[in-house]
């Protein structure tokens, strides 16, 4: 797919996106998906259904994603594998050292 985006940038430009105007792209779609959360919310007006138009940008985000890890030379299912390990890793730490409310002692008058 990224290769026919190539095809098209090619024509009027006689080259493709630079890693820049790739993220340009990607920031672009985020904000829509903030619209779009919005128009979910009722506070948005938009033509269309809200929640097929993010189902579309959420997946078009991802895309995105993808092709910014491929250009970077990122491999991006190792990255999120050892990003999810570490995530994991604090939040149990977290949880371990933090008391739930019910659980902590009264202070005492």
Known sequence: MRRLYELL???PNGR???????MI???N??????RLIL???GTWEIDGDPRSELEHKLAESM???????DRLGIDLEQAYGDTMKKIRSGLETTIARTAPASDRPEDSP
């Open 9 to 11: 940038e090619e024509r």
């Open 16 to 22: 493709t996106w630079s890693l820049h105007e790739l």
């Open 25 to 27: 792209g990607f920031s």
């Open 29 to 34: 779609d985020v904000g829509q998906i903030g």
């Open 39 to 41: 128009a979910s919310d």
């Open 63 to 69: 895309w995105w994603t993808f092709v910014l890890a």
